[in-house]
């Protein structure tokens, strides 16, 4: 079974700094989606980036993207220019490309970012 | 993407008491989540919803329980039945859609 690991519980940055959120998983797949999703305290989960396995090529949304390493199967979230706003609970999850009708999210346990002014 | 309206917002309920959770999405889906969340804590998945067929429960969550509704691909309900202190939870639903998965504002459950 597919696994997702974010080892780091709690992170912290000054404001217009950079921070980086790792995340692992374990799979026996080839081919699949990760995701990085952001949960300030509104509640609302809000997607920030998503990464297809076959690329090669990093995702990158504005100030956020990726460190995509498929054989070592790490995907972490670089966040530069950090802002207030960034400050937020950000979940790393994992899917099957090829589960046919199981399109079920595989979830880590969070990392808190706390954003210094 | 698609827009979820997910009520009630917020809820305080007695022990023995059961509340319906409605998920309202403005489009067409074929497959819908409902995950209970810890404050603080991560996701865990319930049951997938499809339209026209029975949810399907993780492990851990049963029928009983936690009855799921799917009357059509643009709506569903979850019941939290007999609810006890340790149903007190945030509940959310979620679709598939496009680029990726959308959710609703979430439901804050306090049984007391």
């Known amino acids: 079974a597919q696994t997702v690991t974010q080892s780091q519980p709690e992170m912290s940055v000054q404001e217009a700094e950079t921070v980086t959120l790792s995340c692992t998983y374990d799979t026996s797949e080839s081919d699949y989606y990760l995701f990085w999703y952001k949960q300030p305290p509104s509640r609302q989960m809000i997607l920030v980036i998503r990464q297809e396995a076959y690329k090669q090529q990093n995702a990158t949304e504005n100030r956020f993207s990726v460190n995509f390493q498929k054989a070592a199967k790490s995907f972490s979230l670089k966040i530069s220019d950090s802002q207030l706003g960034d400050a937020a609970m950000y979940f790393c999850a994992y899917r099957s490309r090829n589960a046919g009708n199981n399109r079920k999210l595989i979830w880590g346990l969070g990392t808190s970012l706390a954003v210094n002014p | ?112």
């Open chain 2, 1 to 112: 993407s698609a827009v979820i309206s997910q009520k009630p917002s917020r809820d305080i309920c007695q022990r023995g008491t059961s509340l319906t959770i409605q998920c309202q999405v403005d489009s067409q889906v074929t497959m819908m989540f409902w995950y209970r969340q810890q404050p603080g804590q991560s996701l865990t998945l319930i049951a997938t919803a499809n339209q026209g067929s029975e949810a399907t429960y993780e492990s851990g969550f049963v029928i009983d329980k936690f009855p799921i509704s799917r009357p059509n691909l643009t709506f569903s309900t979850l019941t939290v039945s007999n609810m006890s202190p340790e149903d007190s939870s945030i509940y959310l639903c979620s679709v598939v859609m496009g680029y990726g998965y959308t959710f609703g504002s979430g439901t804050r459950l306090t049984v007391v």
